[in-house]
């Protein structure tokens, strides 16, 4: 089944400790990116990345780090989680010629005290 | 600044109803506009999208209305029914645009 997955779904954390959520994708896509979904606010983009080992910064990156090694894996990393990092995550990918179709994971909802 | 403006927040229809969604945007150089649908503990799927050349497209019974001029767009849900329950995203994405650009959302309820 062509799919994104994420983990884990449910996180909760306290402030400054590091942690890493995992996305993973099995339909070649070259296009990752991660977006931050919160009340009223839309889905904003945090980091994407076109291809293995090229990322980039989306509109709200303070905070993050990824990293793409492999083409299926795109790691969000928070090194210091704050409170304000507390929200709904979403991994996505998309084939390079159709970034208007991306295909989202179920969500990680991290909280962080 | 939000560069997509989505309304309304929220909307309540019964079964059978027509539940509008509009969306606006600023940037001219925005070139595809989709729609994603959200259900509950799911992630978006894409709906369905449109191009600024068009003035509408349907699927089903979900119609996209552009108004190029205007810089509008709208989604239509025909004969809504409970299942349509969701909460609904416009995007918008530049030609070979990194990025979606997302309206902050419309929670739709169709009543039995």
């Known amino acids: 089944e062509a799919q994104v997955t994420q983990n884990p779904r449910y996180l909760i954390t306290v402030t400054g400790k590091k942690l890493t959520v995992t996305c993973s994708q099995n339909?070649?896509?070259?296009?990752m990116s991660w977006y931050r979904q919160d009340p009223g606010l839309g889905l904003r983009q945090i980091y994407y990345?076109?291809?293995?080992?090229?990322?980039d910064k989306g509109d709200v990156p303070e905070g993050y780090k990824v990293s793409r090694k492999e083409k299926r894996n795109f790691p969000l990393i928070l090194e210091s989680p704050s409170p304000n990092q507390t929200s709904l995550y979403f991994c996505a990918s998309s084939f390079s010629g159709g970034r208007y179709e991306q295909y989202f994971g179920p969500g990680t909802r991290l909280t962080v005290t | 600044q939000q560069q997509v403006k989505q309304s309304p927040q929220s909307l309540i229809v019964q079964k059978g109803g027509i539940p509008i969604i509009n969306c606006a945007y600023e940037?001219?150089?925005?070139?595809?506009f989709p729609w994603y649908q959200q259900f509950p503990g799911k992630g978006p799927a894409l709906l369905i999208a449109i191009r600024p050349d068009v003035s509408e497209k349907k699927e089903g019974r979900f119609t996209i209305s552009f108004n190029k001029s205007a810089k509008q767009f709208s989604l239509h849900i025909m004969d809504s029914q409970p299942g349509d329950s969701a909460t609904y995203f416009c995007?918008?994405?530049?030609?070979?645009?990194?990025?979606?650009?997302f309206g902050g959302g419309t929670r739709v309820l169709v009543k039995p």
């Open positions: 995007a918008a994405i530049k030609a070979a645009g990194n990025k979606l650009t």
């Open positions: 940037n001219t150089a925005f070139d595809y």
């Open positions: 339909m070649n896509h070259e296009y």
């Open positions: 990345s076109m291809n293995v080992e090229v990322t």
